[in-house]
């Protein structure tokens, strides 16, 4: 077990690198004006750092009676300062947003996240700080991950608290009603600052499980129903330059670290994390299976490079049989800008590849089979009854027939026993966000719920909430709430019944 000490100086190891100089390379901050494309408009983000709140929102449909609560989203916000943007759509501010839903009738609240930075910027009307994607040259000191913490990437509500999550650093506590930030998340002094990912995962139980990683090491969390810290342990072995979610099964932690090495000299030179960043596709990916009974390494095998961001879930049959799905990404697409130019307004060459990918893993014949399914998807999610356990349905964004060049225009429930999918495709111009599943009150069946989810409206320029019968995908929502503005596209979020 690495010291105190140690494990600080490593969680600083990363940003304290960035501060080289960004003028001598090509990803610094971008002056040319945001494009035209109307489907690109809510990734312009909110140009003055304001929040905002509507209330009595426009409702097309039936609600159902019995939804009722608030559905928490996070997401970039913010992207451009002084005229000059971010390069990259994973390096704005953190906008979490609010959807009161059925409860007290139906609002929205969008407040930025006061992180150290924000605050910082938002005074000084610049960009200070160097972000993921963007090689912006530090006009503050920067001492720890956390001075550039941006909380952009999802929330988590445990033992009653609200968080905004970035994997790069700590949790940031906010007050669930007003989404007032209340500062940086310590779950053991011993821990200050290390970084806790956007994807943690919460068992039937409540108990939930995260992991951090930083410099080529990786630290596991579990934490009790209550929002209290049970165990942690420190794992000292190469992971790649940037690991974004996992997956549990009823004894085990998976991840798959994909071959993306940080170019240390790169960095010193002054690119980005993401300029950085080198793929190793000869290396391919190591599957690592993590024990949960004590946190020790299991198994490590191999399997073809594939980049991995999401994935949905997870199960084992007793016997170290191992069943998951995930995502896979296209890394050209990732590494050589063209996901950038959607972040400047500009329609981009091509789109990059990304669907599900269905893998078992045989622990006792050290064998992998990998199943690979046509569809294109992001941003999977289960039914929470079913999380670590055995299932059968995955539900996604989806991308199908005549969609516009960008985007996903479709949700879709996959059916892992049938290999079928059932889905709705939107008539009109959207982009679809991430679609979590809400259990009914009462239900005990997987899939029997709803699936609640955002999107924006291209030709009204407008951002709404859906709600369909999981069960009934293809009849089309059974109501949609609207908003008087659009917000900017986002990434995660979490519902909290009434
Ligand atoms: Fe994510």
């Not at 209330?55 to 097309?60: C, I, K, M, T, Y």
């Not at 790649?240 to 996992?246: E, K, N």
């Amino acid at each position: 077990m690495l010291t105190r000490r140690s494990l600080l100086q490593a969680a600083a190891a990363l940003p304290v690198a960035a501060l080289a100089p960004a003028w001598a390379t090509g990803d610094g901050l971008v002056r040319t004006p945001f494009g035209s494309a109307p489907e690109l408009q809510p990734l312009r983000g909110w140009l003055d750092g304001q929040d905002r709140l509507a209330e009595g929102l426009r409702l097309q449909g039936r609600w159902p009676a019995e939804l009722r609560g608030t559905l928490y989203r996070n997401g970039p916000g913010l992207m451009e300062r002084a005229g000059q943007r971010y390069r990259h759509w994973f390096d704005g501010d953190g906008l979490v947003q609010a959807w009161q839903l059925g409860a007290q009738g139906f609002s929205h609240q969008a407040r930025f996240v006061r992180t150290p930075k924000f605050v910082a910027e938002q005074e000084a009307g610049e960009f200070l700080l160097p972000a993921f994607g963007t090689a912006v040259p530090a006009k503050r000191p920067l001492r720890r991950s956390d001075d550039v913490n941006t909380a952009n990437t999802s929330v988590m509500l445990q033992g009653g608290r609200l968080y905004a999550l970035w994997e790069g650093g700590s949790a940031t506590e906010l007050d669930p009603q007003s989404l007032h930030t209340k500062g940086l998340q310590t779950w053991a002094p011993e821990l200050q600052g290390m970084p806790f990912s956007a994807h943690p995962k919460r068992e039937p139980d409540g108990r939930l499980w995260n992991f951090g990683s930083f410099g080529g090491k990786l630290v596991i969390y579990e934490i009790d129903a209550a929002g209290g810290l049970k165990r942690w342990k420190l794992l000292d072995m190469a992971v790649p330059a940037m690991l974004h979610d996992f997956v549990i099964t009823e004894r085990f932690l998976v991840f798959l670290l994909p071959p993306l090495r940080l170019d240390l000299a790169a960095v010193k030179a002054g690119r980005s994390m993401v300029g950085a960043m080198r793929w190793q596709a000869e290396q391919g990916n190591r599957v690592l299976v993590i024990d949960k009974a004590d946190l020790s390494v299991r198994a490590q095998l191999q399997m073809p490079a594939e980049l991995v961001f999401h994935f949905g879930n997870a199960w084992d049959d007793g016997q170290g049989v191992i069943r998951l799905d995930y995502v896979h990404g296209d890394i050209d697409e990732f590494l050589d800008g063209r996901f950038n130019s959607v972040v400047q307004g500009q329609r981009p060459s091509s789109v990059g590849e990304s669907g599900p990918r269905l893998l078992r893993i045989d622990l006792p014949r050290q064998r992998l089979d990998l199943v690979k399914r046509e569809e294109t998807t992001e941003f999977p999610q289960v039914d929470p009854r079913v999380v670590a356990r055995r299932y059968r349905y995955v539900y996604a964004p989806a991308r199908h027939g005549r969609a516009p060049g960008w985007g996903f225009n479709a949700v879709q429930r996959l059916d892992l026993e049938r290999g079928a999918v059932e889905r709705f495709v939107f008539p009109s111009e959207v982009v679809i966000e991430e679609q979590l599943l809400v259990p009914k009150p009462g239900s005990r069946r997987e899939g029997q719920g709803w699936l609640l989810g955002t999107g924006f409206d291209v030709a009204r320029q407008r951002s709404f909430c859906t709600v369909f019968d999981a069960e009934a995908l293809s009849a089309g929502p059974l109501a949609t709430v609207w908003l008087p503005y659009w917000v900017p596209l986002g990434f995660h979020g979490a519902f909290v019944p009434a």
